[in-house]
Protein backbone atom coordinates (compact mmCIF):
# COMPACT_ATOMS: atom_id res chain seq x y z
CA UNK A 1 0.00 0.00 0.00
CA UNK A 2 1.25 3.71 -0.82
CA UNK A 3 2.14 6.02 1.92
CA UNK A 4 -0.65 8.56 2.25
CA UNK A 5 0.16 12.24 2.47
CA UNK A 6 -2.67 14.33 3.58
CA UNK A 7 -2.26 18.53 2.59
CA UNK A 8 -3.09 21.67 0.62
CA UNK A 9 -0.55 22.41 -1.76
CA UNK A 10 -0.35 25.82 -0.76
CA UNK A 11 0.92 24.90 2.61
CA UNK A 12 4.74 25.15 3.39
CA UNK A 13 4.30 22.29 5.95
CA UNK A 14 3.42 20.38 3.25
CA UNK A 15 6.11 21.37 1.09
CA UNK A 16 8.89 20.17 3.73
CA UNK A 17 7.61 16.37 3.32
CA UNK A 18 6.89 16.44 -0.40
CA UNK A 19 9.97 17.99 -0.86
CA UNK A 20 11.71 15.35 1.30
CA UNK A 21 9.79 12.18 -0.36
CA UNK A 22 10.89 13.60 -3.65
CA UNK A 23 14.95 13.57 -2.78
CA UNK A 24 14.36 10.33 -1.07
CA UNK A 25 12.23 8.85 -4.44
CA UNK A 26 10.26 7.90 -1.89
CA UNK A 27 6.41 7.50 -4.44
CA UNK A 28 3.20 9.00 -2.00
CA UNK A 29 -0.15 9.36 -2.59
CA UNK A 30 -1.07 12.81 -2.47
CA UNK A 31 -4.60 13.76 -0.50
CA UNK A 32 -5.85 17.04 -1.17
CA UNK A 33 -6.93 18.38 1.83
CA UNK A 34 -8.53 22.11 1.01
CA UNK A 35 -7.40 24.54 3.84
CA UNK A 36 -9.68 27.17 2.58
CA UNK A 37 -12.71 25.48 2.49
CA UNK A 38 -12.07 24.32 6.34
CA UNK A 39 -11.65 20.43 5.05
CA UNK A 40 -8.69 19.79 7.91
CA UNK A 41 -11.17 20.06 10.26
CA UNK A 42 -13.63 17.41 9.18
CA UNK A 43 -14.46 14.73 11.58
CA UNK A 44 -13.30 12.46 9.33
CA UNK A 45 -9.61 14.67 9.23
CA UNK A 46 -9.91 14.98 13.34
CA UNK A 47 -9.89 11.30 13.55
CA UNK A 48 -6.31 11.29 11.53
CA UNK A 49 -5.01 14.53 13.75
CA UNK A 50 -7.34 15.82 16.46
CA UNK A 51 -5.32 19.48 15.96
CA UNK A 52 -6.79 20.25 12.54
CA UNK A 53 -3.43 20.85 10.82
CA UNK A 54 -1.86 19.34 7.79
CA UNK A 55 0.21 17.19 6.61
CA UNK A 56 -0.86 14.48 8.45
CA UNK A 57 1.03 10.73 7.00
CA UNK A 58 -0.56 6.98 6.85
CA UNK A 59 1.76 4.42 6.16
CA UNK A 60 -0.66 1.32 6.90
CA UNK A 61 -1.59 1.79 10.73
CA UNK A 62 1.19 4.05 11.46
CA UNK A 63 -0.40 7.93 11.39
CA UNK A 64 1.50 10.60 11.75
CA UNK A 65 1.37 14.75 12.24
CA UNK A 66 3.81 17.35 12.30
CA UNK A 67 6.23 17.44 9.19
CA UNK A 68 9.37 17.02 10.99
CA UNK A 69 7.94 13.78 12.57
CA UNK A 70 6.98 12.62 9.26
CA UNK A 71 10.16 13.11 7.67
CA UNK A 72 12.21 11.74 10.42
CA UNK A 73 9.75 8.56 9.65
CA UNK A 74 10.28 8.38 6.07
CA UNK A 75 14.04 9.21 6.22
CA UNK A 76 14.20 6.18 8.58
CA UNK A 77 12.52 4.07 6.66
CA UNK A 78 14.83 4.33 3.72
CA UNK A 79 18.09 5.11 5.62
CA UNK A 80 18.35 8.70 3.44
CA UNK A 81 21.35 10.67 4.88
CA UNK A 82 18.77 13.82 4.82
CA UNK A 83 19.10 12.69 8.74
CA UNK A 84 22.79 13.66 8.74
CA UNK A 85 25.64 11.51 7.35
CA UNK A 86 27.39 10.38 10.65
CA UNK A 87 25.78 10.38 14.29
CA UNK A 88 27.53 13.68 15.21
CA UNK A 89 25.73 15.57 12.04
CA UNK A 90 22.38 13.69 13.14
CA UNK A 91 22.52 15.12 16.52
CA UNK A 92 22.81 18.61 14.60
CA UNK A 93 20.40 18.10 12.23
CA UNK A 94 18.25 17.21 14.92
CA UNK A 95 19.35 20.23 17.08
CA UNK A 96 18.09 22.97 14.26
CA UNK A 97 14.90 21.23 13.16
CA UNK A 98 14.25 21.23 16.98
CA UNK A 99 15.62 24.86 16.74
CA UNK A 100 13.98 25.77 13.75
CA UNK A 101 10.13 24.52 15.49
CA UNK A 102 10.34 26.58 18.82
CA UNK A 103 12.39 29.43 17.59
CA UNK A 104 12.11 30.36 13.88
CA UNK A 105 9.43 29.01 11.68
CA UNK A 106 6.28 30.31 14.85
CA UNK A 107 7.21 33.77 13.80
CA UNK A 108 6.81 33.43 10.17
CA UNK A 109 3.67 31.74 10.96
CA UNK A 110 2.34 34.35 13.17
CA UNK A 111 3.25 36.79 10.67
CA UNK A 112 1.20 34.32 7.58
CA UNK A 113 -1.97 34.43 10.18
CA UNK A 114 -2.28 38.56 10.61
CA UNK A 115 -1.14 39.34 7.34
CA UNK A 116 -3.08 36.50 5.12
CA UNK A 117 -5.05 34.35 7.47
CA UNK A 118 -7.19 36.97 8.92
CA UNK A 119 -7.73 39.52 6.09
CA UNK A 120 -8.65 36.14 3.93
CA UNK A 121 -10.96 35.87 6.67
CA UNK A 122 -12.46 39.49 6.47
CA UNK A 123 -10.41 40.70 9.42
CA UNK A 124 -7.75 43.18 10.56
CA UNK A 125 -4.70 41.93 11.42
CA UNK A 126 -2.63 42.60 14.82
CA UNK A 127 0.10 44.73 13.90
CA UNK A 128 1.43 44.30 17.50
CA UNK A 129 1.62 40.34 17.19
CA UNK A 130 3.67 41.57 13.71
CA UNK A 131 5.77 43.82 15.84
CA UNK A 132 6.85 40.81 18.09
CA UNK A 133 7.16 38.15 15.38
CA UNK A 134 9.65 40.47 13.69
CA UNK A 135 11.55 41.51 16.68
CA UNK A 136 12.12 37.13 16.79
CA UNK A 137 12.99 36.78 13.28
CA UNK A 138 15.35 39.88 13.31
CA UNK A 139 17.21 38.45 16.75
CA UNK A 140 17.06 34.59 15.26
CA UNK A 141 17.63 35.78 11.31
CA UNK A 142 21.03 37.54 12.99
CA UNK A 143 22.50 34.01 13.93
CA UNK A 144 21.09 32.31 11.69
CA UNK A 145 22.95 34.72 9.04
CA UNK A 146 26.29 34.36 11.26
CA UNK A 147 25.46 30.62 10.65
CA UNK A 148 25.56 30.12 7.03
CA UNK A 149 28.23 32.95 6.35
CA UNK A 150 30.91 30.40 5.82
CA UNK A 151 28.85 27.30 5.38
CA UNK A 152 26.78 26.21 1.98
CA UNK A 153 24.06 24.16 3.95
CA UNK A 154 23.19 24.32 8.17
CA UNK A 155 25.01 21.18 9.01
CA UNK A 156 27.71 19.66 7.19
CA UNK A 157 28.16 19.98 3.58
CA UNK A 158 25.32 18.86 2.12
CA UNK A 159 21.32 19.35 2.38
CA UNK A 160 19.93 17.76 5.06
CA UNK A 161 16.15 17.84 6.62
CA UNK A 162 17.22 20.84 8.90
CA UNK A 163 17.77 22.67 5.57
CA UNK A 164 14.12 21.91 5.01
CA UNK A 165 12.77 22.46 8.22
CA UNK A 166 14.49 26.36 7.99
CA UNK A 167 13.66 27.64 4.70
CA UNK A 168 10.00 26.42 5.26
CA UNK A 169 9.29 29.85 6.06
CA UNK A 170 10.60 31.53 2.44
CA UNK A 171 7.51 29.30 1.31
CA UNK A 172 5.59 32.24 2.41
CA UNK A 173 7.84 35.04 2.46
CA UNK A 174 7.17 37.02 -0.21
CA UNK A 175 3.20 37.31 0.37
CA UNK A 176 4.05 38.10 4.28
CA UNK A 177 6.92 40.33 3.58
CA UNK A 178 9.36 38.97 6.59
CA UNK A 179 12.21 40.81 6.93
CA UNK A 180 14.61 37.79 5.58
CA UNK A 181 16.51 40.53 2.85
CA UNK A 182 18.23 42.19 5.92
CA UNK A 183 20.32 39.08 5.71
CA UNK A 184 22.71 38.60 3.44
CA UNK A 185 23.70 34.98 3.43
CA UNK A 186 20.43 33.68 4.56
CA UNK A 187 19.01 34.97 1.49
CA UNK A 188 21.87 33.25 -0.31
CA UNK A 189 21.35 29.70 0.82
CA UNK A 190 17.73 30.04 0.39
CA UNK A 191 18.82 30.73 -3.34
CA UNK A 192 21.39 28.37 -3.48
CA UNK A 193 18.62 25.78 -2.02
CA UNK A 194 16.09 26.89 -4.82
CA UNK A 195 18.81 26.43 -7.93
CA UNK A 196 20.77 23.25 -6.79
CA UNK A 197 17.74 21.52 -5.44
CA UNK A 198 15.23 20.62 -8.04
CA UNK A 199 12.16 19.42 -5.64
CA UNK A 200 12.67 22.92 -3.94
CA UNK A 201 11.87 24.70 -6.59
CA UNK A 202 9.42 22.63 -7.86
CA UNK A 203 7.35 22.91 -5.10
CA UNK A 204 7.78 26.65 -4.82
CA UNK A 205 6.28 26.63 -8.29
CA UNK A 206 3.20 24.75 -6.66
CA UNK A 207 3.13 26.08 -3.92
CA UNK A 208 3.19 30.13 -5.04
CA UNK A 209 0.24 29.25 -7.88
CA UNK A 210 -1.86 27.46 -5.50
CA UNK A 211 -1.55 30.79 -3.03
CA UNK A 212 -1.45 33.58 -5.75
CA UNK A 213 -5.11 31.73 -6.89
CA UNK A 214 -6.62 32.06 -3.72
CA UNK A 215 -5.69 35.29 -2.95
CA UNK A 216 -7.08 36.46 -5.89
CA UNK A 217 -10.23 34.62 -5.82
CA UNK A 218 -11.41 36.79 -3.14
CA UNK A 219 -9.49 39.62 -4.25
CA UNK A 220 -7.09 40.31 -1.12
CA UNK A 221 -4.58 43.40 -2.13
CA UNK A 222 -1.43 42.37 -0.30
N1 LIG B 1 3.87 22.33 13.20
C1 LIG B 1 3.03 21.81 12.15
C2 LIG B 1 2.32 22.98 11.49
C3 LIG B 1 1.12 22.53 10.73
C4 LIG B 1 0.32 23.68 10.19
O1 LIG B 1 0.32 24.80 10.75
N2 LIG B 1 -0.38 23.41 9.09
C5 LIG B 1 -1.23 24.41 8.47
C6 LIG B 1 -0.88 24.54 6.99
S1 LIG B 1 0.80 25.09 6.76
C7 LIG B 1 -2.67 23.93 8.53
O2 LIG B 1 -2.95 22.78 8.27
N3 LIG B 1 -3.61 24.83 8.88
C8 LIG B 1 -5.00 24.49 8.89
C9 LIG B 1 -5.80 25.26 9.89
O3 LIG B 1 -5.21 26.01 10.68
O4 LIG B 1 -7.02 25.11 9.88
C10 LIG B 1 3.88 21.02 11.13
O5 LIG B 1 5.07 21.33 11.06
O6 LIG B 1 3.35 20.12 10.46
Given at each position: MSIKIYGDPGSGSLRRVTTAAAIMGITIERVNIDLFKGESHTPEFLALNPHGLTPVMVDEDVVLYEASAINLYLAEKVG??????SAHERHEVLQWMFWSGEQWRVFSTLTFNERIVKPFMGQTGDASIIDLAFANIRAAGAVLDRHLAQR??????RLTLADIDIA????QSAR???????FPHLMAWQQRLLDTVPAWAETKRELDGRMDAAIAAVGLKL
Open positions: SDLLGARFIVGDAPFSTKVPFDE
